[in-house]
């Protein structure tokens, strides 16, 4: 039987118990798991920096829209800011009242008995809606008072197919010492002085029968 020596016993043990050394096993572990958190490190910092990179884009683009958003506001303030003013206009423009119409009707509705002297004429109210005619003249007849009521009462009546609250009111009424000639006869006089109220607009009956016309037209529909 052979005897086999071995002599390098005692230098392989050491070296196993180097390889088994407890403190280089955990400096391996520690490393690996110090790596592994490098790794997840980096990893992270990767992402971060492609979410701000994505935050700057939006950023970027939030405050292109808000600016332009800002433009769009400011644009429909000054469009509001015109309407409002083109509405104050065209309220201006279909509540005025226009004088050559009222004149041309007070002329229709003067007879022969009766003479203007004086025409005056203003106008007030938001928009210009109320206006008031003083008109002053000298009634001819044999009774000049009843003239001169005759004449009041036709411009009242003609006022009101066209105006709304439309109003004729003697402002004055007096008998007068002078006489004139009418029709070949010598007449008394009186003198008057009437103010005529006006709102511009059609009259109240007129303005019902507008709005009875679109139901009436819905109706046949």
Do not use: C
Not at 95 to 114: C, D, F, K
């Amino acid at each position: 039987m052979a005897l086999h020596l071995n002599l390098y016993h005692e230098v392989q043990k050491q070296a196993a118990l180097r390889r088994r050394d407890p403190l280089k096993l955990s400096l391996y572990g520690m490393g690996a798991v110090a790596l592994a958190f490098a790794g997840y490190y980096f990893l992270q910092v990767g992402k971060q920096s492609s979410i701000a990179s994505e935050n700057r884009a939006a950023q970027s683009e939030y405050d292109t829209l808000k600016s332009k958003a800002d433009l769009a506001q400011k644009r429909a303030d000054e469009i509001s800011a015109m309407l409002a003013t083109s509405k104050k206009l065209t309220d201006r423009i279909e509540g005025r009242l226009y004088w050559a119409p009222i004149l041309e009707q007070l002329t229709s509705a003067v007879p022969a008995e009766i003479q203007l002297t004086r025409l005056a004429g203003d106008s007030s109210g938001e928009g210009v809606k109320r206006s008031t005619l003083t008109v002053d003249g000298i009634a001819a007849g044999a009774e000049p008072r009843q003239v001169a009521e005759e004449f009041r009462r036709t411009v009242a009546e003609r006022f009101g197919e066209k105006y709304k609250s439309a109003s004729a009111t003697f402002k004055s009424l007096e008998d007068s010492p002078e006489t004139v000639r009418v029709n070949g006869k010598i007449t008394p006089t009186a003198t008057f002085s009437i103010n005529i109220q006006v709102q511009s607009g059609t009259s109240d009956k007129s303005a019902a029968l507008q709005a009875a016309q679109p139901a009436a037209t819905k109706a046949e529909a």
